[in-house]
């Protein structure tokens, strides 16, 4: 048995990728009698609406989907957030970084910057004291990030074992909001995850995440990453590209249970049959190509 979650952004109606990755993640869940979380991870203030959260639940309703408990707001969560930074602080795990987007930028591109990261160039892993107080005394705002270097292997049930580079990421933003790293693993574990499924494009983030499950004694998680879904282009399938949510897709008459019988058929299972009936071996490997003329 493993319980699972689907935890979207609420930014805008999911797109058919969106929906068929959750899917898949019920399907993993459903399959071995798991349980299934929804959380609305809001930590951008800015774009996610919570008039997104009623929409996004009801497209996944609408395709079928089906979840234990009440969806968790990922933005009730900071406290826990916090208490886990601090005691990644208190450990000796973390730094303050006092670097703008920008600044990290210019020292990648340096020619004789430090490259042994492509992401973080290190610039506020040894900052002494004073040079410290010397940024604050300057208002600059800094940002936790947890130190990370090296490499993790992480066990993802779709595609093996993979060895995956950790950067010294950002566990609290420079705004003072968790970052996305963090809350995930920490809400995952609160919510009783035992199983991860998602998107390919997030499979690098699954090492510093496995990393601060491992640092906090949080029980690992396995993976499964998925291919994303692409457009005609080749692109991965956005908004620009035509139909693409539930909304769209009705307007041209296409029914919820259309989208699913493509959704099934896209992964490999029968239309219409029951979790019971779910193999991820069948999942394909390539990026499934998805144009609203298959309607
Ligand atoms: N909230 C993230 C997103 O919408 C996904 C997080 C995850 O599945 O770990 O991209």
Redesign the pocket.
């Known amino acids: 048995m493993a319980n699972g979650r689907y935890?979207?952004?609420p930014t805008g109606r999911l797109h058919i990728g969106n929906l068929r990755t959750a899917l898949v993640a019920w399907l993993c869940a459903r399959s071995t009698g798991g349980h299934f979380a929804l959380r609305f991870?809001d930590l951008d203030r800015v774009t996610s609406r919570p008039e997104h959260q009623r929409g996004q639940l009801d497209d996944l309703v609408a395709v079928g989907l089906d979840f234990d408990g009440d969806p968790l707001v990922q933005s009730t969560r900071f406290d826990a957030h916090h208490a886990a930074i601090d005691a990644l602080t208190a450990a000796g795990h973390t730094y303050e970084c006092f670097c703008t987007r920008r600044e990290i930028a210019d020292a990648v591109r340096a020619p004789n910057g430090p490259s042994e990261s492509p992401g973080y160039p290190g610039t506020c892993r040894e900052l002494t004291d004073r040079q410290r107080a010397e940024h604050h005394a300057a208002g600059r705002r800094s940002a936790v990030r947890l130190c990370g270097q090296g490499t993790t292997v992480v066990y993802d049930r779709f595609r093996g074992s993979v060895e995956l580079p950790v950067d010294d990421v950002v566990i609290r933003r420079n705004d003072g909001v968790p970052a996305?790293n963090l809350a995930?693993v920490v809400d995952d574990a609160y919510q009783g995850v035992e199983e991860?499924v998602?998107a390919d494009d997030?499979l690098n983030?699954s090492a510093p995440q496995a990393r601060i499950a491992e640092l906090l004694g949080i029980a690992p998680v396995s993976y499964v990453h998925i291919p994303l879904v692409v457009a005609s282009s080749g692109e991965r399938l956005a908004k620009r590209d035509g139909a693409v949510t539930l909304a769209d897709l009705g307007v041209l008459g296409v029914t919820p249970t259309q989208i699913r019988t493509a959704l099934d058929r896209s992964i490999g299972m029968a239309p219409q049959a029951g979790p019971e009936h779910f193999d991820l071996a069948s999942v394909p490997r390539e990026p499934w190509v998805f144009s609203p003329e298959v309607f």
């Open positions: 935890a979207p952004s991870e996305y995930v991860v998602r997030l983030s």
